[in-house]
T-cell receptor, first 112, second 120 residues
Framework: AQSVTQLDSHVSVSEGTPVLLRCNYSSSYSPSLFWYVQHPNKGLQLLLKYTSAATLVKGINGFEAEFKKSETSFHLTKPSAHMSDAAEYFCVVSEGTYKYIFGTGTRLKVLA | GAGVSQSPSNKVTEKGKDVELRCDPISGHTALYWYRQSLGQGLEFLIYFQGNSAPDKSGLPSDRFSAERTGGSVSTLTIQRTQQEDSAVYLC??????????????????FGAGSRLTVL
């Protein structure tokens, strides 16, 4: 069975410092992995997607994530946080069927 | 349309009333999903449509919840005799499945902005 764990419910960083949002997954097959971002009162927006091509995936707004099979991780990073990055981030796993398993989310706070 | 549209964006209702939430997916997207997002929680799967059929409605919390999709497009989620625990944001998403069954990666879900339901 597939599952996903976001290791931090809240992360605070100062503007201009690196961002690391951690995600571990469990899957019996080669999974697809996604990161979505949700700004207040908005729907979820796709940041990036991994589907067994390059293990380092680049997304929008300077975010990237690295798929590490040995660690079953798919952590999201950004070299320099911006105030507009403050939002909730969801890690999602899918085994290619219609089922998508969402993590419980990490709320990112960016301090001026 | 250009994106997934949901209406109403906000709904306040009294306990015991029925509500209908509407989702208009991206044109041509055959797959449609309903999720529920409660405060501080992740997304809870409710139901999945492929065309007008619902192969998986296992996430519907009770028989007070129902959903339909017509013309392979618009979907309506109906909650009868609302309860306070139904208060949540209801999110709709759609996707366009690729042809062929060889795994080429799961499809990207495109979400609407959600319908926030408050039951007093």
């Amino acid at each position: 069975a597939q599952s996903v764990t976001q290791l931090d419910s809240h992360v605070s960083v100062s503007e201009g410092t690196p961002v690391l949002l951690r995600c571990n997954y469990s899957s019996s097959y080669s999974p697809s992995l996604f990161w979505y971002v949700q700004h207040p009162n908005k729907g979820l927006q796709l940041l990036l997607k991994y589907t067994s091509a390059a293990t380092l995936v680049k997304g929008i707004n300077g975010f990237e994530a690295e798929f590490k099979k040995s660690e079953t991780s798919f952590h999201l990073t950004k070299p320099s946080a911006h105030m507009s990055d403050a939002a909730e981030y969801f890690c999602v796993v899918s085994e290619g069927t219609y089922k998508y398993i969402f993590g419980t989310g990490t709320r990112l706070k960016v301090l001026a | 349309g250009a994106g997934v549209s949901q209406s109403p964006s906000n709904k306040v209702t009294e306990k015991g009333k029925d509500v209908e939430l509407r989702c208009d997916p991206i044109s041509g997207h055959t797959a449609l999903y309903w999720y529920r997002q409660s405060l501080g929680q992740g997304l809870e799967f409710l139901i999945y449509f492929q065309g007008n059929s619902a192969p998986d409605k296992s996430g519907l919390p009770s028989d007070r919840f129902s959903a339909e999709r017509t013309g392979g497009s618009v979907s309506t989620l109906t909650i009868q005799r609302t309860q306070q625990e139904d208060s949540a944001v209801y999110l709709c998403a759609s996707s366009f499945p690729r042809s062929g069954q060889l795994f080429s990666g799961a499809n990207v879900l495109t979400f609407g902005a959600g319908s926030r339901l408050t039951v007093l």
